[in-house]
């Protein structure tokens, strides 16, 4: 069993940064590729960055690369999310989650484990 905990979400304004936490129970977080989603009032879940269980390998969604980083420290077994460049539209709940090893099939929305979200708002 692996518990996902986020934290950093909050308010900012449009162009702002935040560094969004994922904190993992457990004692194979490095044998997990993790990810990010979120999910705007009225909309769907959707994919924002993942990152993969071996070599680090890194993914993003069109809407966020170049501006947002997705990385890991598997001695703290946090993964992050740096925003930077923020935009009101990227105001959302933002999940984390976790998939034993798939890197592709977390980025699919194939996950083994998911965070309760924590709420970023960008304001104009």
Known sequence: QVQ????GGGLVQAGGSLRL?????G???SSY???WFRQAPGKEREFVA??????GTTYYADLVKGRFTISRDNAKNTAYLQ????????????????RFMGAQAIMMGNIDYWGKGTL?????
């Open 4 to 7: 996902l905990v986020e934290s």
């Open 21 to 25: 936490s994922c904190a993992a129970s």
């Open 27 to 29: 004692r194979t977080f």
């Open 33 to 35: 590729t993790m990810g």
């Open 50 to 55: 993942a990152i993969s269980w071996s070599r």
């Open 83 to 98: 925003m930077n460049s923020l935009k009101p539209e990227d105001t959302a709940v933002y999940y984390c989650a976790a």
């Open 120 to 124: 970023v708002t960008v304001s104009s």
